[in-house]
């Protein structure tokens, strides 16, 4: 397995350092205890936890998953040493405060020593990763009972911790959510309802289970503003300490093509009408709650469909050196020697698509999370608000971006390793199947692309849109500074005016009154943002190398020229597309399908 | 199951009598015995066949995959029916001509009514379309002793065929085949060599396997014109009519991630030194012969690719209608009743760009079997040379385009599900897993970007290019004759002419000696080709509808549209991407990847 690095030291390394110089935000008061050593001392020991346990468990867990007996759900065994591994590393808590236990590292930091992990096991990492969400909404929004309660076993891996939003006729509708919530009279809540999709609500490694449900107060309104968080544990404490039953019952085992390490379920809570759920956060207010956990949860899925993209990527350029092959275009004698899959044209622009795809999500995902650090601990407010309006905006990219594009990518390494490639003899088609959940889980891509255009481009009035135009434009003027072929600066301008100018006249058509003019091409203008904010990150990349010398260097220069040369271009044809407008097919009737 | 009809019965009407004329067919000599009526009743026994017998079967059969029991695959038992009822039905021998009992129906209607029994259960078709391949083979070049031994059990289904052409070290570079053959004096040869990826290669439901095999005779030259095809069977027959053991020996089953029905095996000939073949056709001209089975295979593949994407359209198209959820677009009123997913905008991109890509390669590879059908039985010479370069250049295409572009639909399909398409309680996920090998199997992609580009386009010095040109601007004239609209015609035009001229340049490179510059970007030629492509056909069958009336009309004009509109200008973007030939990252040191 050593053969795979899961995630390369060297682009960690220059992404980290050179490109977001995350030695810088150890001048926020936040972070004045760290310092570039901490850093690299966190990224190390995550790496090698990855390599050392992680991966070798992947394959285990992907083949055997978690199933019920008895009512609860069996996790994999070898579970039972991750997720102590896991927890005792600091995996949980990282980024959380020092008075909870954490170890106040940047968000920037944690993600990025993060992608060894989820490359490794992403199943296994995304246990803690969902406790940590479920830990950071008690930690911010719950009152003293609620966090004395739950917070530090959660952080401390002695719970797990779900988000329990879905149910199963409403799906992305949350506005059509129906469980329900009735105060008890002792500050708590009985909880009744079904939820489905719930990844981690049960397990066989850990003591307890809390659930963020969302659940309607009596008499709340209608739709979104009418829901309301609530910390349900599947056991409660008792008075004397110990803990019981808590009424929340797994009603089935979704089997899932993918992802199958952790266990994917339906949930009842309060068949037997005692099932009691204690408030987090003001009444009615439970979605914008949950939209921190949501925002994180999306940039995880992000950070997971480029890591996936990454360890499927290393997996077939592994396989591409050491897999000889017939011979090179034009060579037409049989006698000569077969060449390594390396050497053919189109094995090489399969590879070269993977980097660009993997790496470049790793750099989007890895941005995103600067700018969360930025956005809370900057000290000056107006860098705050927008690195607020930064990550707000390139949020919907960041979940999307990777694992739509993440799909194509593991699709072309299973197609590197031909035949072999579709057995499960080999790795690559699991990671295939993982990655297309995560154009799926929290928020589909439809959503993002509704987000992003309906909501986020066009948030503040136009600033939001005026700030990543300024942004970039500062980023490739510091490409050119640095070396970065003029060419490659140019196009990316070029398809940054041409956005931007769509970006406007959408708008205007919104505020016209025509949101089908606005909104009826939204995934096509998420695939266009996503090809052109990766054209901006590659150059920023390159740049970042210094016209440095080296193999290393010289691949993530080639990666740059090679994204803006082939898929930048996609900008422009996208915007035709969505410029012309054809609405026929909005028209059309459903018989007609 | 029978909300999904696997195949549209109204589009398959559509394609063969008012796009296609097949009945025009009956003019050809070879055909005089049939006419509308018999095809239908072809197309009839075959759509039953799939949606009472097939279909039922196709989930048991992906979920308990064919193993291997003291040394034999034991298929799954529903086998044991399905088999019977395709040979009975005549499925094997459709196409063979009266004489070895076959029906002699046209290719172009066994190929159609073969959409339906793909879509069904496309492990179990492919048993047959493999045995079909072999018997063909062997009616075609093998001599009086083989025909008499293999020809009438495998049409009649006594036998099942396959083609066993992989090597474990040579993948699909057939030049560096290793497999011998020595003569043993009697007329038969001594075969030794393991082969790899052979589907169907054992099984439990028929008497026999003969399996058709590359090897090379002692003293053949090296390289592809040392390969000569032998027909080795499981069992060889005695004396006295009896068939005992021919040291043919599953190897091992390679554990597929799709098309679980049929098994995939390793397999060794000769181990004990006494496996007997029979010379098929000329020595050291095996790869000629095996050619014809190879292109009807990849038609096949392409009519397989098709069927998979249209099944899974329809079940995401019924499911879209039955699942209701969220509001339309602008809709902010959460008391509204939740509306029918064929609703929202870009459910709706995602049906039609299914619908496109699915009807479209069903159309794709139906025009291909016309093709064949005219250039083996015009009566004009002249006509029957036009049809087979048509034929040849659109294989790779048809092979490819349905695969590729499938797969991106079959993923729309369980996007269409969201988390549920995640699951395997839902159909959707399984022909995602099948469509990835379509792309893989019977040449890769990459090979057949190299094959269009290297050999098909450039075939006959030109005169290919002209004639395909030719054919779609006929279609175009007549598209505009029967009311399609004008502006989308204007569109394909364009196209096309983009495409013819960017093909004459890249030729001009080749016979420069560039052949990088020709071929370096092979595969982003044959996808542009592939939308071109659709784009003519769309129009062709919108044509077709000659402007009637009624739901199912309007959709194939809607879909005529939304590829036209969306796709077809592709053609333009990846023109320029291999215009602008950036040949950098073919110069790359590897250790830069």
Known sequence: MTRNPLVSDAFVDLLMFDALDVSALTAFDHFREHDRGTFELWVQS?????????????????????????????????????????????????????DVGGQQLPFTVATIASFYLLAANGA?????????????????????????????????GTFNGTMALTEPH??????????????????????????????????????????????????????????SLFA????????????????????????????????????SFGDEGDCRGWLVGPSNHGLKCMFQMMNEARLLVGASAAATATVAFYESLAYARERTQGRRLGDTDPTSKPVALTEHADVRRMLLEQKCVAEGSLALVARCAKFSDTAQHHPDGDERERAQMLLDLLTPIAKSFPAERGFQ????????????GYSSEYLVESWLRDQKLNS?????????????????????????????????????????????????????????????????????????????????????YLDATGSLVLGWLWLWLAGATRAREGHFYDGVRAAARFWVTREVPRVHALAAVIERDDQAFLGLDERAL
């Open 409 to 420: 990518s593991n699709a072309l390494a299973v197609q590197i390793h031909g035949g072999y």
């Open 440 to 524: 799926i889980h929290e928020g589909t891509t439809q959503i993002q692309a509704l987000d992003l255009l309906g909501r986020k481009v066009i948030a503040r009035g136009g600033r939001a849109l005026a700030t990543l135009c300024e942004e970039v434009e500062r980023d490739l003027a510091t490409a050119l500074s640095k070396g970065v072929d003029p060419s490659l600066v140019a196009s990316v301008r070029e398809a940054l005016a041409r956005w931007s100018a769509l970006t406007q006249a959408l708008a205007a058509k919104g505020l016209a009154g025509d949101v089908h003019g606005m909104m009826g091409h939204s995934t096509d």
């Open 46 to 98: 995550c790496r090698r936890l990855a390599r050392e346990k992680l991966f070798a468990a992947y394959r285990p867990m992907d083949s055997a998953p978690p199933a019920l007996s008895d009512g609860r759900v069996r996790t994999h065994p070898v579970m039972n040493e991750l997720w102590p591994a896991l927890a005792e590393t600091g995996v949980i808590n990282a980024t959380r405060p020092y």
């Open 124 to 156: 296994a990492y995304s246990f803690a990763g969902l406790t940590t969400g479920a830990g950071h909404l008690i930690e911010a929004f719950g009152d003293e009972t609620v966090r004395g309660l739950f917070l530090e076993p959660l952080y401390n």
């Open 170 to 227: 409403a799906g992305s509708s949350l506005a059509d959510l129906t469980s329900t919530a009735t105060p008890r009279g002792d500050g708590t809540y009985s909880i009744k309802g079904s939820k489905i999709f719930i990844s981690g609500g049960d397990q066989s490694f850990a003591r307890n289970t809390v659930h963020m449900v969302l659940a309607r107060l009596d008499g709340a309104p209608s739709g979104t503003r009418g829901v």
């Open 232 to 267: 349900v544990p599947r056991e409660r404490p008792t008075n004397d300490g110990a803990w019981e039953h808590n009424d929340v019952h797994v009603a089935g085992v979704i089997h899932k093509i993918g992802w199958r390490g952790i266990p994917s379920l339906a949930l």
